[in-house]
């Protein structure tokens, strides 16, 4: 069974930083890439970030510059580094693997195929 557990989420002050964890278990890990999305009451999901299986690294415009993704073959585990955080930054955030190893260039808007974890959430505010 594929599974794909998110942890790290949680309440955190704007301009302050937060470590999402995923663990994957199930699949070939480094025969996939994988992507964190994140969706807000009543807004569509977004992609956040994908990593292929060379670690080559894309995000979306809305992050860019403040969270890193990263992923450690060895441990099977995806994170994502989130800096300077903002109250629009408050969303579930899930971890999905992709159906291919590298990130095409739909990454954040071809949801078909994505197998994905429940979800962490993470709540920006003072």
């Known amino acids: 069974e594929v599974q794909l557990v998110e942890s790290g989420g949680g309440l955190v002050q704007p301009g302050k930083s937060l470590i999402l964890s995923c663990t994957v278990s199930g699949l070939s890990f480094t025969q996939y890439a994988f992507g964190w999305f994140r969706q807000a009451p009543g807004k569509e999901r977004e992609g956040v970030s994908c990593?292929?299986?060379?670690?080559?690294?894309y995000y979306g415009k809305s992050v860019v510059g403040r969270f890193t993704t990263s992923r450690d073959n060895a441990k099977n585990t995806v994170t994502l580094q989130m800096n300077d955080l903002e109250p629009e930054d408050t969303a579930m955030y899930y971890c999905?693997?992709?159906?291919?190893?590298?990130?095409?260039?739909?990454?954040?808007?071809?949801?078909?195929?994505?197998?994905w974890g429940r979800g962490t959430q993470v709540t920006v505010s003072s």
């Open positions: 990593i292929s299986w060379t670690s080559g690294r």
């Open positions: 999905a693997a992709h159906p291919y190893n590298y990130c095409a260039p739909s990454w954040a808007t071809d949801l078909s195929g994505l197998v």
